[in-house]
């Protein structure tokens, strides 16, 4: 873990003056780019150029910029703990004195190869030789009604040193179009000499201004705006704690809706993992980032699980720390499961489905595809229509977690992670927001993809192509996907470096896409809220949806990086991101309120004939007695020989919604009964029967052979060969579970 440098940045559509280590300064006025009046009006002018001053120190400075040259307005912020003095500043439309125009630049690794076009430059002259502990923040807006014409615009921030032969050099960037463009405090210290002018300038790719077009009419009376408190709290752990970004820092930076009121009221998130947490865990977590929860959390133990926390307690505690503290409207109802298998995932699901509050589930957790099952796929596909089911995409690249051998080490596979991979589920990768030197931004257009000192592990966000699932139709047409016949994984990205976690106590910093999952669950909840709905259909498809309408601007594009993971398998078959889908970052980012905006126009939800349609599994029926593969194909398991007859042994029915699920529900209880089985949970969708019975009478009405087997110093059970799904069982049936080996790996340091 890695303490981090205090620095001070600005985030958000508005211009905020934020200190590090988990103080704030107080906010200078918020700059909002207008329409155009209906009637013609005199142009405004604006001066060449605007001089201040700021002075550098123990705390966290702003300076802001009105308009100049066409009407651009801007910040800088001078980060904590640099070294005391003053430092006299220009806002001007060209280069002053013979400083050379912006029109090449150097960049790492290789120079920006298109035309460069200067928008403003910042001259910065220091009183005393000055220190800072991190490169100046700086934000720009565009002129009042207007916008760059080319939608393709990137904007960067370069560095011009007098007294140095290396010409301009990219300092930050690329920012993505928006109306306001936010570079926050990179890692680099820099020295500024007494007297020496250096040069910062705000340049762009392709930028050409154009009045924004005239607003069209609301078809019907917009509903009353958000009424929730934005957040506002600490950006970070505490300074003496490692660093992690906090939720005030998330919600600003990817413009959550709930930094415009909407706090995720109304909507219910389900968190599943097999373990609780702590309250006061929450409690503390919550007051430190001054977050008031207006929901209890509450707790669902499914039969077997036990209500004290096991080994995943810090994966459930950052799943609720983190929507709790992006969304703290919306109620959260934490599943935990006995332990991370299919039986326990499918009944997960509809207990959710039953309990019918959640519209949203959050699942942090991921296996191979060998792990996948038509059963569970069924359930799946049964929720998929009003639920959005969120999962992780792993955190090892273009490998897959393929079971555990008996120190508890983590086993590998190149293959996609599931059930991220189910086209009926939304699979969210990694962006990187840290590296070994320190913070980056929020706003990172880079693949998740660390090295982790001192340890030397790695991890890399999820992502790939399937190997079970076909494409759904929502990824037709989709320009950059690496497959037009099978399922592309991701289909976003979240940050995934890293999140600030109070855990038994105390402060951690932590990574992953199981920190990303939980976010987007947050963002969907107040996308919700803003679109005055507990849920919209298809939601499996929004992530398309939204992108399909360009012109709303909902995402930040990754486009460096690869998802890269030599620790397993084969690092050539990893994948590189790049404009606009790919498959070690799917889409992009989504930027809250215009990810709303496209789905909710003036919070008027699109019609679902609009939306893109998601992904249907048809079910097979059969009548005769029929061969299936239910044997668990993971790495780790140790073989302790036949399991005892008269063993107690748990299995599970998933039953086919061909025809009436309740009257297949019936048949197929009949026949566990008649083969002398107990049964046990049933739901009220009729779509999974569980059973018990002695380990005898599943080897007979499966015509298998169940064993013990050793997993990660764990006695579990499982058949060893392929079963025979009965006649008596065939037409009623769409899959079988007949193990509890644990399956899923949640993804965690």
Known sequence: MYKRAVFGFLLGAGLCACGGGGGSAPAVNTFVPTAPPATAAPTPTYPASVSGSITAGATAQTTQFSGVGSGYTGAIGIPANSTSGSIAMTFSATAPGSAPVVSSIKRIPQTIGVTLTPIVYISFTPSVTITLPATPSFAFALPPGFAFANSSVLTYVGFYDPTSSAGWVNLIGPSVLSGTYNFASGPVLMTFKAGVTYLFSWYSTLAVLAPLPAPSPSPTPTAMPGTGAPLTGNLNGPAASNFGWGPPAVATALKFPVQSGFNGTGTTIAVLMDSNLYANDLAQFLSYFSITETNPVGVELMTGASSTPTSDLQEAT??????????????????????????????????????????????????????????????????????????????????????????????YLQGVGYPASDPNVIGVGGTETFSNTGPTTLTSTAVFNDTLLPSNAQEAGGGGVSSVFTIPSYQNGVSGKSSSQYRNVPDISMPADEAALYLNGGWHAVSGTSWSAPQFAAMLSEVYQYCNVTSLSNPVALPYTAFSRANYNSYIDVVSGNNGFPLVGDPSLSYTAGPGYDNASGIGVPLGMPFANALCPNRVPTSAAQMVSTASRAQQVRSEAYALDVTPRIQGLSDLGRRGASESTSI??????????????????????????????????????????????????????????????????????????????????????????????????
Not at 365 to 375: D, I, L, P
Not at 385 to 397: K, L, M, N, P
Not at 660 to 689: C, D, M, P
């Open 652 to 749: 599970q029915l998933v039953i086919s919604s061909a025809g009436s699920a309740a009257n297949n529900e019936q048949s197929a209880i009949a026949a566990l009964q008649a083969a002398g089985f107990a049964i046990g949970q049933t739901f009220s969708n009729h779509l999974v029967v569980n059973a018990t019975g002695p380990s005898s009478a599943v080897e007979s009405l499966f015509s298998t052979q169940m064993h013990n087997v050793s997993q990660a110093q764990s006695i579990v059970y499982m058949p060893t060969n392929q079963v025979t799904v009965p006649a008596a069982l065939a037409p009623y049936v769409a899959g079988v579970v007949l193990d509890n080996v644990v399956t899923f790996s949640s993804h965690r340091r």
């Open 318 to 411: 950052l799943d609720v720390e983190t929507i709790a503290g992006l969304a703290p409207g919306a109620k959260i109802v934490v599943y935990v499961m006995p332990a991370l298998n299919l039986l326990s995932f499918n009944n997960a699901l509809e207990l959710v489905q039953q309990a019918g509050q959640a519209t949203i589930i959050s699942y942090s957790a991921a296996a191979c595809e060998s792990s996948a099952s038509s059963g569970t796929s069924s359930v799946i596909a049964s929720l998929s229509s009003s639920i959005a089911i969120i999962a992780a995409a792993g955190d090892s690249g273009s490998a897959c977690f393929d079971g555990m051998n008996s120190m508890s080490q983590n086993l």
